[in-house]
T-cell receptor, first 116, second 114 residues
């Protein structure tokens, strides 16, 4: 059964702590993405990766970090430098490579992060 | 610059009546356009996509959308709403050279009354 998994579904963090959100895909997709969703603001791109061992900042990368050591995995770390981390985080993947235009992204179920 | 505008933040319809969710885009290039649906606390699911083939695109669950270049619009419609259609809908654009990155509208929340 192909798809994208994210864990945990809910995550609580104390101020000043780093936390890592997991994203795994078995679709054999080259490209992976992290988005942040806040009410009424749609989705905003945090980081993306077109290929293993390479990633690029999105529109709101400050306070976040990622790694892409394996094709199927793209974990996101929310650091203590992120001033307002409470949000719903979505991971996605797409075929990527040449001809990225027109390829839809497939989304995971999301992780809701709450800072206490 | 590319952008997407969803003209209504909230639409309310009665079950069995038509649905119209409006989307306008701005792009210097021929875009690919998508509609996604999101149920509460879930990920996004692709409803349909336009990639320069037929201008009338049929998607899942009875939804369809028509690409109108002259109006720069890509409105989503369904002839008869069902209670299960209540969700948030996102219009999304992708343009050449954007490294596959998508530009999302702010979403339209659809409510369906019994």
């Amino acid at each position: 059964d192909g798809g994208i998994t994210q864990s945990p579904k809910y995550l609580f963090r104390k101020e000043g702590q780093n936390v890592t959100l997991s994203c795994e895909q078995n679709l054999n997709h080259d490209a992976m993405y992290w988005y942040r969703q806040d009410p009424g603001q749609g989705l905003r791109l945090i980081y993306y990766s077109q290929i293993v061992n390479d990633f690029q900042k999105g529109d709101i990368a400050e306070g976040y970090s990622v790694s892409r050591e394996k094709k199927e995995s793209f974990p996101l770390t929310v650091t203590s430098a992120q001033k307002n981390p409470t949000a719903f985080y979505l991971c996605a993947s797409s075929r990527g490579g040449e001809g990225l235009y027109g390829h839809e992204q497939f989304f995971g179920p999301g992780t809701r992060l709450t800072v206490l | 610059a590319q952008s997407v505008t969803q003209l209504d933040s909230h639409v309310s319809v009665s079950e069995g009546t038509p649905v119209l969710l409006r989307c306008n885009y701005s792009s210097s290039y021929s875009p690919s356009l998508f509609w996604y649906v999101q149920h509460p606390n879930k990920g996004l699911q692709l409803l349909l996509k336009y990639t320069s083939a037929a201008t009338l695109v049929k998607g899942i669950n009875g939804f369809e959308a028509e690409f109108k270049k002259s109006e720069t619009s890509f409105h989503l419609t369904k002839p008869s709403a069902h209670m299960s259609d209540a969700a948030e809908y996102f219009c999304v654009v992708n343009v050449p050279g954007s490294q596959g990155n998508l530009i999302f509208g702010k979403g339209t929340k659809l409510s369906v009354k019994p």
